[in-house]
């Protein structure tokens, strides 16, 4: 929350006389969760503001959006694929939605394929 040309201490002190306190937050990336898909910030930074009693965010940082099945499809490691490909005999298409049915759990997904 920093304008150009403003010295960043003062805009502290200007903020805090006027009730609002900011302090940062150690983040190496945010995610936000969307019904179809979600954003991915790389880089960010995160701000926490508290301001008349109110808690709200503000993250800046290299955005990136990704569909629900690209998020899905990063959830499952490709050695995990592979291991269940190995010990069931199917393809690479039925491992890996086997997988995300089971939420990444082999066992259950090597089962599955197996019976």
Request: hydrophobic share 35%; charged share 35%; no cysteine.
């Amino acid at each position: 929350m920093f304008l150009p040309g403003i010295d960043p201490r003062r805009m502290q002190d200007m903020l805090r006389k006027l009730g609002i306190k900011q302090e940062p937050v150690d983040a190496e990336r945010v995610i936000i969760e969307k019904s179809d898909g979600r954003l991915v910030i790389e880089k960010p930074q995160v701000f926490r503001v508290m301001m008349q009693g109110q808690e709200s965010w503000q993250i800046t940082g290299e955005v990136r959006e990704e569909t629900k099945e690209e998020a899905e499809e990063e959830q499952v490691s490709e050695q995990d694929i592979k291991l269940v490909m190995g010990k069931t005999g199917k393809s690479r298409e039925e491992a890996l939605r086997a997988l995300k049915k089971h939420g990444g759990d082999i066992a259950s997904a090597i089962l599955e394929l197996s019976s």
